[in-house]
């Protein structure tokens, strides 16, 4: 349904702004067909004359499309932030009986507003409706019907205490499931309103707002309508105002329209009277000079390959010491799979795959991916896993695409079948470990970023995150430890060198060194 699926990718992106075309194109496909079934219409123009003229129809589509898993007490490190450092420095400049106004912008089913509540009720009891105005909105009316209600399954639940969930909800059976109704309180202090971000203008009510929750929604949108809702967001931002974004959405935001500011180890956005640049902010002034010195010898001129690694020592030492100095396993066995031809009984590539080598079909969906070209790059990396060329490659830039994308558990199965492939595949050992730590298990992403040292102790990603982890539990030695390492492999050379070509297109080598550089001074001064 190619033909078919641009027009209908064309009219959801005129209407809402949602994109579809890359990575969510499958989503796209679903969604049109279930839809389909539901309705009994068996042609895809037939459905879609029926959205075009039919707003309601075309709604219920985008409900199903941007339906999305969510739980309270998401990121609680940011919760933590947001009640005991953000809400104590406004309310001290606000005068009597003024209220802290609070925007989750794409609230889903309300679980964030309503986290949001809770932690203000935790912190100043009864009173919050006397102190706060919280409202959550998303485009998806569906969606904000079921947040009104404040009814939850056991499943939204994953991240919060067991006593607020006692103390907070009412459990109860429903059709045989156990369902967890809001406490009224709790319920009546958030206000819902169904809205698309991308409109011209936005309601007065949401004018003059203190924080905004801007959390997982951009990835819906491309580059220039990334900008635009940022900047719309920041002008209906007070001054003083902060604005959060998840962790993998922050720095990508940085575009000095706010300023980046870091707060207990948590990046946000601060609107100042002054413009970003005009302010002292992140980096201190000695901080900057670290890093255009660092920036300087990472990227000048062709960039310098690190020394030849001596042998490395026998089993027992290093089954003794995991980040002991010497060739990697993956190194061996990259150059023992390099040195050996490719099978002649596979079947016959596809047409294009005959005219051009794999390794020139991996760049191609490479530098795609790079371009956030998703759905084109997965197409190629399908056929390169088919067809049996570079599998292990294709299967772990698959997976970076997923997780990029964030299709976590998707991108955890082709982890699991690299590694069937290649056991000490270093790529697919840091993905699982990436992915680990976004669904907030630290324990197993330390335990797997350890496993990606025991493979090359040189994976300057793997330290970075072993000393984010460590910061974020408050366990400073160690991580002014990886942080140290991470700064000291980042100025010996590139992705590439290090055999994580295809991470390019998912971190900036220029943002991990910020942040380390800056944990290194902060760590530092604390005398670690």
């Given at each position: ?10 009219l959801i992106?005129?209407r809402s ?10 989503k796209?496909?679903e969604?049109?067909?279930e839809?389909?079934t ?6 895809y123009?037939?459905?879609y ?6 707003h309601?129809e075309?709604?219920?589509?985008i409900?199903l ?13 940011q919760l933590?932030?947001f009640?005991e450092?953000?809400i104590?420095?406004?309310l001290?400049?606000?005068k ?11 609230c889903s089913?309300?679980?964030e ?5 809770i ?5 100043y009891?009864g009173?919050?409706m006397q ?5 959550g909105f ?10 009104k209600q404040g009814i939850?399954?056991?499943q939204?639940f994953r991240?919060i205490?067991?006593?607020l ?6 459990k109860?059976?429903q059709?045989?499931?156990s369902?967890?109704?809001l406490k009224?309180?709790?319920k009546e202090?958030v206000v ?6 991308l409109?011209d203008?936005?309601p ?5 707002v ?6 997982n929604?951009?990835?819906?949108f ?8 940022f ?5 209906i931002?007070?001054?003083d105002?902060?604005l959060?974004m ?9 575009l ?6 870091e707060i207990?180890?948590l990046?946000?956005?601060h609107?100042s009277?002054?413009?970003p640049d ?10 900057k000079?670290?890093?255009e ?9 062709p960039?310098?390959?690190p020394k030849?690694?001596p ?7 290093r089954?003794?010491?995991?980040r002991v100095?010497?060739?990697s ?16 009984d596979?079947?016959?590539?596809a047409?294009?795959m005959?005219?051009e080598?794999p390794?020139?079909?991996?760049k ?11 759905q ?9 896993i088919?067809t ?5 490659k294709?299967l ?5 695409i997923?997780?990029n994308?964030?299709q976590?558990e998707?991108?955890k199965?082709?982890?699991t ?7 000490m595949c ?10 680990a ?6 324990d197993?992403?330390?335990?797997q970023?350890?496993?990606?040292l025991?493979i ?13 982890i460590y910061h ?6 160690p ?5 140290k390492t991470?700064v000291?492999?980042l ?5 590439e ?12 080598a220029?943002?991990?060194l910020h ?11 604390n005398?670690?």
């Amino acid at each position: 349904m190619t033909s078919d699926l641009t027009k209908f990718e064309n009219l959801i992106q005129e209407r809402s702004g949602l994109v579809f075309k890359g990575s969510q194109a499958d989503k796209l496909v679903e969604g049109i067909r279930e839809m389909m079934t539901n309705r009994g219409i068996a042609s895809y123009s037939e459905y879609y004359e029926m959205i075009c003229e039919d707003h309601k129809e075309f709604y219920k589509l985008i409900s199903l499309l941007t339906t999305n898993e969510t739980y309270f007490y998401r990121e609680p490190a940011q919760l933590k932030v947001f009640s005991e450092r953000l809400i104590p420095s406004i309310l001290a400049k606000k005068k009597v009986g003024e209220k802290i106004k609070i925007l989750c912008a794409g609230c889903s089913n309300g679980a964030e507003p309503y986290s949001l509540a809770i932690a203000l009720s935790e912190k100043y009891g009864g009173i919050i409706m006397q102190l706060f105005d919280i409202i959550g909105f998303d485009i998806d009316a569906e969606a904000i019907h079921d947040a009104k209600q404040g009814i939850f399954w056991r499943q939204a639940f994953r991240s919060i205490d067991e006593n607020l969930k006692q103390s907070y909800f009412e459990k109860f059976e429903q059709n045989g499931y156990s369902c967890y109704k809001l406490k009224k309180s709790i319920k009546e202090s958030v206000v819902f309103e169904t809205f698309n971000l991308l409109s011209d203008s936005y309601p007065e009510k949401f004018h003059a707002v203190d924080i905004i929750f801007y959390r997982n929604v951009s990835i819906y949108f491309e580059a220039e309508k990334q900008k635009r809702i940022f900047k719309k967001l920041s002008q209906i931002l007070n001054t003083d105002g902060y604005l959060l974004m998840s962790s993998t959405e922050t720095l990508p935001h940085d575009l000095k329209i706010l300023s980046l500011i870091e707060i207990d180890g948590l990046f946000l956005y601060h609107k100042s009277s002054k413009p970003p640049d005009d302010r002292k902010t992140i980096p201190e002034d000695k901080l900057k000079a670290d890093i255009e010195r660092a920036m300087k010898r990472l990227s000048s001129g062709p960039s310098l390959k690190p020394k030849p690694k001596p042998v490395p020592l026998d089993k027992q030492q290093r089954a003794n010491d995991s980040r002991v100095s010497g060739v990697s396993i993956y190194d061996k066995l990259r150059r023992l799979k390099s040195d050996q031809t490719p099978t002649e009984d596979m079947e016959s590539p596809a047409m294009e795959m005959q005219s051009e080598s794999p390794d020139k079909r991996y760049k191609d969906a490479l530098n795609l991916a790079v371009k956030k070209k998703y759905q084109e790059a997965l197409n190629i990396t399908e056929k390169l896993i088919e067809t049996g060329h570079i599998p292990v490659k294709a299967l772990t830039l698959k997976a970076g695409i997923l997780v990029n994308t964030q299709q976590f558990e998707e991108a955890k199965s082709v982890c699991t079948e690299a590694l069937e492939k290649d056991p000490m595949c270093l790529e697919a050992n840091l993905l699982l470990g990436l992915v680990a730590r976004l669904n907030n298990n630290p324990d197993e992403a330390l335990n797997q970023f350890r496993k990606t040292l025991y493979i090359d102790s040189s994976c300057w990603l793997a330290h970075f995150h072993l000393a984010e982890i460590y910061h974020a539990t408050g366990d400073d030695e160690p991580a002014y430890s990886e942080y140290k390492t991470t700064v000291r492999l980042l100025e010996k050379g590139s992705f590439e060198e290090y055999g994580l070509d295809f991470f390019n297109f998912m971190f900036s080598a220029e943002q991990v060194l910020h942040m380390s550089l800056f944990y290194l001074n902060k760590l530092k001064k604390n005398e670690v």
